[in-house]
T-cell receptor, first 118, second 113 residues
């Protein structure tokens, strides 16, 4: 697609429920990133994919969070047993990837999915 | 791990005034990325700086990376209401090899007509 698309744009759920957030990156971008942004803060890194594999998942806060990218394109961030502290905007970004060149790491962001856990 | 500190946290200026935002790193920067974010939207890439002393401009926004590569500044000349938003700096932590950018907490800019 022309840009990074995220769905849903807004999600309200109850504590303890399961949530899936979807990201459709720019066509041809091999690198995909998930970030979480709380009010008044900068984006906080969660996980990074290069192709289908999670190259770095060190930012996932705990084992309730999981992300997949089975075909190297669309990615889904999955949150189990949601807690009120999970409320935030979840941002997805993609980049051309494939190398250490700084230009390969210019991220294009989606508009985000705002998650509210009641 | 790398930390980026931005100052000021927020700024209110009158339209037409100049302003500067700073980003200071706890480690040597090997690349510094500036982004802008409007409420309810994702981050928009502005500029990337790589070399010490490098300066880039886009329209009325100029960004510079200092010679020691531990601080970057973003300067806006003759600010307009369209410049309002949150400005974020991001960098790669080359010591850890993480390929994902680490961001500062942002500077919130309001421009009053």
């Amino acid at each position: 697609g022309a840009g990074v698309s995220q769905t849903p744009s807004n999600k309200v759920t109850e504590k303890g429920k399961y949530v899936e957030l979807r990201c459709d990156p720019i066509s041809g971008h091999t690198a995909l990133y998930w970030y979480r942004q709380s009010l008044g803060q900068g984006p906080e890194f969660l996980i990074y994919f290069q192709g289908t594999g999670a190259a770095d998942d060190s930012g996932l806060p705990n084992d309730r969070f999981f992300a997949v990218r089975p075909e190297g394109s669309v990615s889904t961030l999955k949150i189990q047993r949601t807690e009120r502290g999970d409320s935030a905007v979840y941002l997805c970004a993609s980049s051309p990837g494939g190398g250490a060149a700084l230009g390969a790491n210019v991220l294009t962001f989606g508009a985000g999915s705002r998650l509210t856990v009641l | 791990s790398q930390e980026l500190e931005q100052s000021p946290q927020s700024l209110i200026v009158q339209e037409g005034k100049n302003l500067t935002i700073n980003c200071t790193s706890s480690k040597t920067l090997y690349g510094l990325y500036w982004y802008k974010q409007k409420y309810g939207e994702g981050l928009i890439f502005l500029m990337m700086l790589q070399k010490g002393g490098e300066e880039k401009s886009h329209e009325k926004i100029t960004a510079k990376l200092d010679e020691k590569k531990q601080q970057s500044s973003l300067h806006i000349t003759a600010s307009q209401p369209s410049h309002a938003g949150i400005y974020l700096c991001g960098a790669l932590d080359m010591d850890t090899g993480r390929r994902a950018l680490t961001f500062g907490s942002g500077t919130r800019l309001q421009v009053q007509p």
